[in-house]
């Protein structure tokens, strides 16, 4: 059997078909231009090859409520030209195929848990940072829903006392994470893209105080067993012993450091599978596992 995978990102649509036992046998890469554009050229990929059900990770917001009328659709994305495009029905209305979706870092934290990192484990976040934040949360082998889905990156943080901008970048918040932490974020505050800032810049301590508050929030809050950073920004490996250090200091001994394992660096990790979490999550949302 073929399966049919997309990791819909914000500027980019990565889409595979993959055989019985998760192997792309075929990827293509389009960017993400409007819907009417963008559609045509996935569909066209997809059609005659044979897949019988296709998984979506999705950047969202994504109503993912099945007695909802607008199941599998954008809802109110920066994207305007995507706000409430029914991503899930378009696929399934040209494909005649069922069609799977969650939200992208859903899915790949599906993926980690699965066939990552997290492999062994019993829950984990995986948490995406780049030109947005998010974070999905997996317990015992099911992405976590509830009223929507966790929206990880906007949950609100107190600002460094150090930082230029303390309010953030956010249009929606005052202070939340990714307002003060996504690669934009840090590319309006100093001037300089995440790239170009050198190891030594105190960009990276401010960066690793923000991600070091998501994780005591997550563990306070959700107590994963494993937290998993991917995206652009943590392309920038020196930021995981900071953060890692900065989260044991916010910590300040509440939980014990034995708790976990090995100790913060087997904690705090980078994907298990590299840059393929996104596009294998999508994979097993419709294979199963
Ligand atoms: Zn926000």
């Not at 500027?11 to 192997?23: I, S, Y």
């Not at 209305?93 to 979706?101: C, E, G, H, W, Y």
């Not at 974020?185 to 190891?199: F, H, M, Q, T, Y």
């Not at 890692?244 to 300040?252: A, D, G, M, P, V």
Request: aromatic residues 8%.
């Amino acid at each position: 059997m073929l399966y049919g995978a997309l990791e819909a990102g914000g500027t980019k649509m990565v889409l595979a078909v993959m055989n019985d036992l998760g192997e792309p046998l075929e990827s293509i890469s389009v960017p993400t231009r409007t819907p009417s554009e963008t559609m045509p050229e996935m569909i066209a990929f997809f059609s005659g090859k044979g897949i019988t059900s296709l998984g979506i990770g999705s950047f969202g917001p994504l109503d993912l409520n099945p007695s909802s009328p607008g199941y599998g659709s954008v809802t109110e994305s920066p994207k305007l030209s995507w706000r409430h495009f029914p991503l899930r029905q378009a696929f399934a209305d040209a494909l005649r195929i069922p069609v799977a979706i969650d939200t992208d870092v859903n899915a790949a934290a599906l993926a980690e848990y699965c066939l990552g990192a997290a492999r062994r484990k019993k829950s984990c976040l995986y948490v995406t940072v780049g030109t947005g934040i998010g974070g999905g949360l997996i317990i015992h082998g099911m992405p976590v829903h509830g009223l929507m889905h966790p929206e990880i990156g906007h949950i609100l943080l107190p600002p460094h006392p150090d930082d230029p901008v303390p309010d953030g970048f956010c249009p929606y918040h005052r202070h939340c994470l990714e307002g003060l932490a996504s690669g934009p974020a840090v590319e309006k505050r100093w001037g300089l893209s995440g790239r170009d800032l050198p190891a030594d810049h105190p960009a990276w301590q401010l960066e690793a105080h923000y991600l070091a508050q998501l994780c005591v929030n997550a563990i306070m809050a959700f107590s994963p067993e494993m937290i998993i950073f991917g995206g652009g920004i943590m392309q920038q490996k020196h930021l995981f012993p900071l953060i890692r250090i900065e989260t044991l200091s916010l910590l300040n001994g509440y939980i014990p450091e034995s708790l976990f394992g090995d100790g913060m660096s087997s904690y705090i990790v980078e994907p298990g599978l590299g840059t393929a979490s996104g596009i294998t999550g999508a994979y097993l949302l419709t294979r199963g596992r």
